[in-house]
């Protein structure tokens, strides 16, 4: 039995997500924010290539690459919101914008 | 007591990518969070090395740390972020959102604790059936599935792509 198995990996990208949810759910600097979605799908990542890792199967790392796709195009796309908003607005702090606010 | 380098390997990564994940979300100074982002993805990196991924660590580093972290940095440069580093960094429902998350956490770990035997028996069972060494190489697999069979999804994504591209130009720029 080899001593390092999937669920060191599994444990270890549950952590990482948990610390990526705090940093969305509590952080008010939005570039901190898109980070913080950074460390949530690298965690997805780590899973889905333990999992393939572990039933010797490669399309683990397939969705994983699909992942990496996504992972780009979710920050460019929330660099350029980003960029508008401190345009227009000056503020880079998630709860200052709060125009639909009631 | 002989020690397995693997294990000391998967801790090191594990440190590196924990810690670094916990400077991220903590530190004051936008460009502190993405350095330490940095180290976070780097342990992120060795451990998809310590899984034969080799195709994926050459992505994640190449990628995430060349690519998308140069992205962040050239955007804190862009946007002042001297005024926000000197004001309150939590919001004000971070207690709420630290107990949900806490309760995340325990329902996690019940369920990998009580599934780890589950998944024990799934990997022995696996290793048994692929027992032969792989003919091909990671990058070659990985290429031969990219190409074969998820030759449609991986167009689609490059449809994705553009369309980010489009749409972050849009966004960023002043005037069409």
């Not at chain 1, 990996?9 to 913080?36: C, E, H, Q």
């Not at chain 2, 936008?30 to 310590?50: D, K, R, T, W």
């Amino acid at each position: 039995m080899h001593p390092i198995g999937t669920v060191h990996y599994l444990a270890l990208s549950a952590a990482l997500l948990l610390i990526g949810t705090v940093g969305v759910l509590t952080r008010r600097n939005i570039v901190i924010i898109l980070m913080s979605i950074e460390l949530i799908l690298n965690a997805v990542n780590l899973n889905l290539i333990a999992f393939g890792h572990a039933l010797h199967n490669i399309d683990g790392q397939i969705f994983a690459i699909f992942v990496i796709t996504d992972a780009v195009a979710e920050a460019a796309v929330g660099l350029g919101i980003l960029i508008a908003l401190f345009r227009n607005k000056e503020t880079v702090l998630a709860d200052e914008i709060d125009l639909l606010k009631w | 007591m002989l020690i397995d380098i693997d294990v000391v390997l998967f801790y090191a990564f594990a440190a590196m990518t924990l810690l670094g994940a916990i400077f991220t979300i903590t530190r004051r100074s936008a460009v502190h969070s993405a350095i330490s982002l940095i180290v976070s993805l780097l342990g992120v990196a060795g451990l998809y090395l310590l899984q034969q991924a080799e195709f994926l660590f050459a992505v994640q580093i190449v990628l995430y740390v060349g690519g998308i972290m140069v992205l962040f940095l050239f955007v804190i440069m862009l946007v002042n972020l001297d005024q926000a580093a000197k004001e309150r960094q939590f919001n004000r429902q971070w207690l709420i959102a630290l107990a949900a998350v806490l309760a995340v956490a325990a329902e996690l770990a019940y369920f990998l604790y009580k599934g780890a035997g589950e998944i024990h028996i799934a990997e022995a069972a696996s290793t048994a059936a692929a027992a032969l060494p792989p003919a091909l190489g990671n990058t070659e697999m990985v290429a031969d599935a990219l190409f074969g069979e998820y030759l449609l999804p991986f167009e689609v994504a490059s449809i994705l792509l553009l369309v980010a591209v489009v749409g972050s130009v849009v966004m960023a720029k002043k005037r069409i």
